[in-house]
């Protein structure tokens, strides 16, 4: 983690488009380069799996890491699940924030609403697909299954608790709703209507989004780069979070070369400088803290639980003095 990191601040707010909620995370450290960053998480999963990532990014400018509607807690809205209804909630807070051009990230399905939402605004420079879906030759809920199994053994049992929490707060009839949406959305078509630099970021070992889907979307996108992560599996977002922060910053700065490959040692989140027993604790408290709020649809929870559990991660990672 950066040497000089400042203890980021949490603020939870909710973004209503009809009756669609949108829960939107801030996270600021007070640095302010002129970009921000909007992070959309994939299928059945909330913004937790940015718990590393948007600190990082928020050294460089404003975070905002969204929970779409149907997932982390957040109600569902009644209309159809597809990439084209999320594109809607993330213009929507686009505009309500006066975002002109912020770095859109997206992780698997989230890579679907990203795209959707380059293909309509050609005013944005810069974004980031990490992980994407669905590649169309494998298409089917079954071999995804596959693929997705083949990815999670190589994930860490944190992951896999956070992935557990998401979808019981999602519930499995929505998730199950969403899904054919997703396998049936056309990345490779909508990508190219997009007129945006995009960064293509991979895990090593993740079967959901092979290399032969990467170099389809390269070929056929406006711009485009592509990197692959060593060691990293399908959450490579959350699991290599720094790596991803890292080549995220090169690419906005347009000084990451087209094509490359990030060892593990670069890229990995490191073990935290002030790990004990109590700092597990905390961790784990907040995080339940915040399932049980968003179940209960306590948003002020959600938010209390937030920003303890950014100061716990602030307090295990902060430099030694």
């Avoid at 999320?86 to 924030?97: C, K, N, R």
């Avoid at 790990?275 to 995080?287: E, F, H, K």
Wanted: aromatic share 6%; charged share 25%.
């Amino acid at each position: 983690m950066p040497g000089d990191s400042r203890p980021a601040e949490v603020q939870v707010d909710t973004y209503r488009r009809g009756p669609a909620r949108t829960r939107v995370t801030r996270v600021t450290t007070g640095a302010n380069t002129g970009r921000s960053f909007v992070l959309v998480a994939g299928i059945g999963v909330a913004s937790t799996y940015f718990e590393f990532l948007a600190p990082l990014l928020a050294e460089k400018g404003e975070v905002y890491a969204l929970d779409l509607p149907g997932f982390g807690g957040v109600p569902a809205s009644g209309e159809h699940p597809t990439a084209e209804f999320f594109a809607d909630q993330v213009e929507g807070v686009l505009d309500h924030y006066g975002l002109t051009d912020p770095v859109l990230i997206g992780h698997s399905m989230g890579t679907q609403v990203v795209t959707e939402v380059l293909a309509r605004r050609h005013g944005l420079s810069h974004a980031v697909l990490v992980s994407p879906v669905v590649d169309e030759s494998e298409a089917t809920a079954p071999l995804q299954a596959v693929r997705f199994v083949q990815s999670t053994v190589r994930e860490s049992m944190h992951i896999a608790l956070l992935a557990v929490s998401a979808y019981l707060l999602c519930g499995f009839l929505y998730f199950f709703e969403a899904l054919p949406h997703m396998l049936r959305y056309r990345i490779s078509e909508r990508i190219a209507l997009g007129r945006t630099t995009v960064l293509l970021v991979r895990g090593e070992y993740d079967r959901p989004s092979p290399r032969r889907l990467h170099s389809r979307l390269v070929a056929r996108a406006h711009a485009a780069r592509r990197w692959e992560i060593e060691g990293a599996a399908h959450c490579v977002v959350n699991s290599h979070a720094v790596g991803v922060a890292r080549l995220t910053m090169r690419h906005v700065r347009d000084e990451l070369a087209p094509k490359g490959r990030m060892p593990a040692a670069d890229a990995v989140v490191p073990p935290a400088a002030h790990a004990d027993v109590r700092m597990v604790l905390g961790a784990m408290a907040s995080r339940v803290a915040e399932w049980i709020s968003a179940a209960r649809k306590d948003e002020d929870g959600v938010e209390r639980a937030k920003a303890r559990h950014a100061r716990v991660l602030w307090d295990a990672y902060r430099p030694s003095r």
